[in-house]
């Protein structure tokens, strides 16, 4: 998916403390496509909201793949309700290697709510977007599987991974914006559509029956994608359902439910909190922090005492209007080489990263490297950790 609401946002440029400083320098929101434009597009021609669905999403009495035996039907429906926990849909360690991005919108109107209230979705979202850094994740081959015992009911293949940043690359995945993906019917009238996997990863046909935890394909950027995800929407009975709160998103938001209404596994449920950001990367580089560049590489290589400059930085999803980031680095003995602290952010933001550095090279040695996140004084985010530089 994109982010047409919340914006993408880029650097916050850094201070070089003693040696200088460098500009401020903040990147315009991305997309490169106009807000405007972009929610129409999510709307689709029929005018039905999150258009990149078209092309999958076919009711099932209508689908000419709608052939189900005797004994898939009595597979899928003597599982109770009761029964139903849903998995995660790709093979990764949530909160390491994956992250969730956003939530089904279950406002009805213009404005948005994720499933908590908060901004974590936009306009017309449907699904629940399970992130992984980068482009160049992609090559590791992350599994995408199946949340549950089901059955294929549709498939499609072959389009290209890619990032959308242009009217261009807009137009080049009209009609197709699940890019590969598939359609999975479970028990009790459950349905779960994959969108966005790796282009040729797709090891399930029409007609097939998986178990839970089966590999489908692997996570990709295909279709209208502005990062590598697995996109799942899920549904019973034709109705949009948010897993996590096991809500219909026709109920609107709350700001608090009971875990054992999610259909998520309780394993799940355990690490998602939308009531904080995440911490995607950390670390030490040896140049100024390309934010655009982290989706397409990921994070930048460790600085070297040979380079003749060093950042730290922090890389951050989901971040709140009134977030602070700080910075800290220490040398071995405890002093303070860095210690920044960001402006209040002025909205909310789907993507955000800061750095801060000095304009002369780093001494080799361990160096222990702090980032936290701040609102209204309390810190509701920190990571650390020690690194040798050589």
Known sequence: MSFPKQAQEANIGADLVAEGRWPVKTVSDVPKVPRSNFVEHLKGRSGAPHGHLRGLEIPLRHSPLYAVSVGAVLLLSSVPLSAMELGLPAQCELGNSCFMQQYPDMNPGEEVADPMCGGQSYDGH???????????????????????????????????????????????????????????????????????????????????????????????????????????????????????????????????????????????????????????AFGLAGKPLDHQALVIEGPPPQVSSKDNLFVVWGWFINLRKGSIIKLSLKDKDGNIVIDKTSDPLDRNKATFSFFSGKRHSISPGDYEIEVSVMNDSFMIRKASSIMKIN
């Open 126 to 280: 449907k699904g629940t977007d399970l992130r992984i850094r980068s482009i160049k994740d992609i090559e590791k081959g992350y599994a995408v599987v199946a949340v549950s015992d089901g059955e294929v009911l549709r498939a499609r293949d072959g389009a290209q991974d890619r990032l959308i940043e242009t009217e261009d690359d807009r137009a080049k995945v009209s009609g197709k914006e699940c890019g590969n993906g598939l359609v999975l019917r479970l028990s009790d009238g459950y349905e779960i559509q994959y969108c966005h996997l790796r282009q040729q990863s797709l090891v399930v046909k029409p007609g097939q029956m998986v178990r839970r935890g089966d590999k489908l394909g692997e996570i990709g950027a295909s279709g209208l994608a502005q990062f590598p995800h697995v996109h799942i929407t899920v549904s019973r009975n034709g109705e949009v359902v948010d897993p996590l709160t096991g809500r219909k998103t026709s109920e609107g938001c709350s700001t608090s439910f009971q875990a054992s209404d999610s259909l998520f596994s309780p394993s799940i449920v355990a690490k998602l909190d939308l009531t904080k950001p995440e911490v995607l």
